[in-house]
Structure formats: structure tokens, C-alpha cells
């Protein structure tokens, strides 16, 4: 049984978030939980290494069916395995996606702060990007209708991130109403990224936006892996689900010689994942939400002067240090300062320069080592 309190080092590795900063910077920035993969999983993965032949990978027909499965047990979502289009990531797909779908010069919307691939897709291919910013209120972030509707009203496609990163924003079922309303008044195609879907908080559901309606369906990609739930992003696999045949088809024709075909351990750790290491999630998500709370409690009573709406999902908070003033700006004091990385505010977008995100997904005592050095580095100042 896994110990998400145990600390496992991990320079040496060749972990990409451990190898980022020198040995004396805590990294707590890419959204890479410190926890070690379902003991299912690396059985399967060690199972697998029992034949000696790694070549070329396909997706067997137990993991499509499994898939669907999956769909619709959580989601009463009906998709078929044909529906299904295997990836090495979810950034390759919503990419794939905008050269498939888009002309240079149609518009792009994505709602900010986000992800930085997120926010730098549309300069891959020539596309206008429409910012409709995400508000802060005291209920939480919450999108507002007018601008995004003026955004779309120019635009071919909403680039969508839900459960949203930063933020830790779930999009309601009335918000992802409102939106595919929108999309369908403006013939907008909807990319939907939902790799962090099964990591809600506080008994809270994810919905797909593709569920809402057979007409949202069709002008719906979606993309879904296991690789933040159970912490394998390094095996490379991810899924994009299309109901409608010929975008799909669209879709799976734009690899055009850059996006290769799925690790092949990928696809039997998803398989394991799905299948057999649910009482790991369920342990993980009651660590990682107690971290958020003992975070969220931290911030209020050590840093008053920080803002932090609790995330209703992911592993990321998302930290509004504006009334600090720190010079140049807050992840570089931090890094300099207090040597713990955070990632910077200025990669979810210009405004947002102010901004740190942090990743709680580690052993308590990491996310307790973080808040010290902040709280140093603040009292040194």
C-alpha cells in the first residue's frame, strides 16, 4: 500500500521536475505529484517487461472497451470504442486539433490565467487569440457570459480547460451550458481538455461538456488521460474522445509526421489504471485534499496579504501575491529568496505576472518545508 507520506528522492532520476533547479531549490511547480505510481500499475508495467519485445505500440481491444466502460459509469456518457483516438499527450491533441480544424487568421478563445501550451497554441498556427479572463469572487472563479459571447462571436473554436488550470475552477453544469450555447449560436468547434477530470474535490462530479447533447457532441473533441490522476505524464498517453465521424477523421489525419504513435507500457499502465487501481485514487484524492485545505489554512494565517480561492479540483493552487510587491516579481523572489520554485504567474498569462502556482500534490512535509522557506524568505526581506 502506497505512503503518501513518504519521501522518495527523485534527482538522478531524470524527473524533468527535479532536474529543473539545483539541490538546494524545493521544486513545486509542474503539475508532477511527488507520490509513487498505483503499485497495480507497475505491477503491469513489470508484467508487461516479461516479453522482451517493445516495439511499436497499439491500443488493445480491452482498453477501448474499458474506456467506454469508464465513460459511462462515471460520466452516463455513451460513446462507442471507434469513438476513441489514442495519443502521446493532450497537448499533441488539442494542437492537432487547431491544424485540423482552423485556418490562420480564424480566432481562438481560452479563458485566463491558463496552462501555458494552453495559451500558446494559437501562435503554432497562425490563429487570433480571444483572452476572456476567469473573475475571482468570494464563491470562487466564475466565468462571465458577455465577454465570452463578444469573444465568440469572432471566433472558429474555444479552446477549454475544465477542471481549469490554474484556477482549480469545475465548470458547473449551468456555466457548460451557457458555453456550448454559445459555441452552437457561433458554429465554434469546442476543444475540451480534461486531463485533470477525475481529481474533483468535496464530493463534486465532472461533466464533460460533450454530454450536455448530441448537438454539442458533434462539435466537441475531447481529450482524457490517466497520466495526472495516477502520476505516469512520463509514459506518454493520453486519449482524444470525437462522436463525430468526420471530425475525427480530420483529426486523426492532422499527425501529419509529428505526433508518433502511443508508448506502448503507456497504454498498459492506462489499462491497469482504469482497471485496478481505484482504492489508490480514492487514498490519493483524500491526501491531496486535505493538503489543499492545511495549504489554504497556512496562506490565511501566515501570509495574510496573499490571496488563495481554494481549488475545487487539480493539485494546483494559485496564489494572488499583488499586495506583497515583491521584486521582480514573486517567483523569482521565492526561487532566489526562499529557494523553492514555484511556476510563474507570467506563464498563464501577461496579466498575471504577480501570480504563483503552486503544486501541493507531495508528502505533507515537502508542502510544510515550501510555507517555511516562504515565510524565511518574507522575514529576511
Not at 480544424?101 to 478563445?109: A, H
Not at 500558446?120 to 459571447?149: C, K
Not at 487539480?314 to 521584486?327: H, I, K, N, P, V
Not at 521582480?328 to 498575471?352: H, I, M, N, T
Request: net charge negative; proline share 5%.
Amino acid at each position: 500500500m502506497t505512503d503518501f507520506d513518504a519521501v522518495h528522492e527523485r534527482r538522478g532520476t531524470g524527473s524533468s521536475k527535479w532536474s529543473k533547479y539545483p539541490a538546494d531549490i524545493l521544486p513545486m511547480w509542474v503539475a508532477d505529484m511527488d507520490f509513487p505510481a498505483a503499485p497495480e500499475i507497475v505491477d503491469a508495467i513489470r508484467n508487461r517487461l516479461e516479453h522482451p519485445m517493445l516495439g511499436y505500440g497499439v491500443a488493445r481491444d480491452e482498453l477501448r472497451a474499458r474506456i467506454v466502460e469508464d465513460m459511462a459509469s462515471k460520466y452516463d456518457w455513451s460513446i462507442t470504442v471507434d469513438d476513441i483516438v489514442f495519443l502521446p499527450g493532450v497537448e499533441p491533441g488539442f494542437n492537432m486539433a487547431l491544424k485540423a480544424m482552423l485556418e490562420p487568421g480564424d480566432g481562438l478563445v481560452v479563458q485566463t490565467p491558463v496552462y501555458r501550451p494552453i495559451l500558446n497554441a494559437a501562435g503554432h498556427w497562425g490563429l487570433v487569440r480571444n483572452e476572456v479572463p476567469l473573475r475571482a469572487t468570494e464563491q470562487g472563479y466564475v466565468m462571465d457570459v458577455d465577454p465570452l459571447a463578444s469573444a465568440l462571436a469572432r471566433s472558429r473554436a474555444l479552446l477549454l480547460c475544465n477542471p481549469q488550470n490554474p484556477t482549480g475552477k469545475v465548470f458547473t453544469k449551468d456555466e457548460l451550458t451557457e458555453i456550448a450555447a454559445l459555441c452552437e449560436k457561433n458554429d465554434a468547434l469546442i476543444i475540451s481538455d480534461e486531463i485533470h477530470c477525475d481529481l474533483l474535490f468535496d464530493g463534486r462530479r465532472h461533466m464533460p461538456i460533450a454530454t450536455l447533447s448530441k448537438e454539442t457532441a458533434n462539435r466537441t473533441i475531447t481529450l482524457m488521460a490517466a497520466s495526472k490522476t495516477y502520476n505516469i505524464a512520463g509514459l506518454k498517453t493520453a486519449f482524444a474522445i470525437v462522436q463525430n465521424k468526420e471530425i475525427r477523421e480530420r483529426f486523426a489525419q492532422s499527425r501529419l509526421g509529428m505526433v508518433d504513435s502511443v508508448n506502448i507500457l503507456g497504454l498498459e499502465a492506462t489499462l491497469a489504471a482504469y482497471t485496478h487501481a481505484s482504492d489508490w485514487k480514492a487514498r490519493m484524492l483524500a491526501y491531496i485534499q486535505a493538503n489543499r485545505d492545511y495549504l489554504s489554512e497556512q496562506v490565511a494565517s501566515r501570509f495574510p496579504a496573499i490571496r488563495l480561492i481554494k481549488a475545487e479540483a487539480t493539485f494546483l493552487a494559485w496564489l494572488d501575491c499583488r499586495e506583497m510587491g515583491l521584486a521582480p516579481d514573486p517567483q523569482a523572489f521565492f526561487l532566489e529568496r526562499g529557494k523553492v520554485g514555484f511556476s510563474a504567474g507570467s506563464e498563464f498569462g501577461a496579466p498575471y505576472g504577480d501570480y504563483v502556482r503552486v503544486n501541493f500534490g507531495c508528502p505533507r512535509s515537502l508542502l510544510s518545508e515550501g510555507l517555511d522557506r516562504m515565510e524565511r524568505a518574507l522575514a529576511a526581506n
